[in-house]
C-alpha cells in the first residue's frame, strides 16, 4: 500500500507528538481503557513498546499527559502492523487519531516501502483509518492469534 498525504494535520496548541520518549505502559493502558479497548499486563505491555519498531505519543506540554499512543512492528520486508492505535475520547480524537495515522503511514512509506500494513483498533477509530486508505475486514478476513 502506498501512502500519500495530500493534507498537513497541525496538532492543537500545547500538545506535542513524541517519538523518541517511551511511554510509561500505565499511562497506555490508561489510554487504552479510556478508549474501550483491552489492557495489558505492565511488564509485557512495556517489553512490547520497546520491541517496537517505532512508536508515536500524543502528549500535552504541561502535564506530559497522553492523548494518542500508535506502535509499529515489521519485519522490514512485507509486513507492518500497527498496535495500539488510541486516542483520548471528546473533541480532538478524531484529529488525534489522524495525526498518528499520518505520521505512522509516512514512516513506514518512507524507511518499509512495500510492506503490506494491518492495524489493531478500536472501533472509535474507524473514521480516520477509512480516511487514510484502510479497508475494513477486506474478504472478510478477521484477526487471528495462536497463544503459545
Known amino acids: ?7 498537513k494535520l497541525v496538532i492543537p496548541e500545547g ?14 493502558n490508561r489510554l487504552l481503557a479510556n478508549c474501550g479497548c483491552e489492557t495489558f499486563p505492565i511488564k509485557p ?3 512490547a513498546i520497546q520491541k517496537s519498531n517505532f512508536f508515536f505519543t500524543i502528549q ?3 502535564n506530559n ?3 494518542g499512543f500508535v506502535r509499529v512492528t515489521s519485519d522490514k520486508g512485507l509486513n507492518a502492523n500497527l498496535w495500539n492505535l488510541s ?3 471528546g473533541n480532538n480524537q478524531k484529529l488525534y487519531y489522524s ?3 499520518q505520521l505512522t503511514l509516512e514512516k513506514i512509506n518512507r524507511e518499509m516501502p512495500g510492506c503490506s500494513i494491518s492495524v489493531q ?22 484477526v487471528m492469534g495462536y497463544k503459545l
Open 60 to 62: 500535552n506540554e504541561s
Open 87 to 89: 486516542a483520548a475520547p
Open 121 to 142: 483498533a478500536p472501533l472509535s477509530s474507524f473514521k480516520s483509518l477509512e480516511e487514510s486508505g484502510f479497508i475494513l475486514d477486506p474478504n472478510g478476513i478477521r
Open 99 to 101: 495525526i498518528l495515522l
Open 45 to 47: 505491555l512495556s517489553e
Open 65 to 67: 499527559k497522553l492523548y
Open 15 to 28: 500538545y506535542f507528538v513524541n517519538s523518541s520518549q517511551i511511554p510509561l505502559a500505565k499511562e497506555v
Open 1 to 7: 500500500m502506498q501512502y500519500f498525504s495530500t493534507k
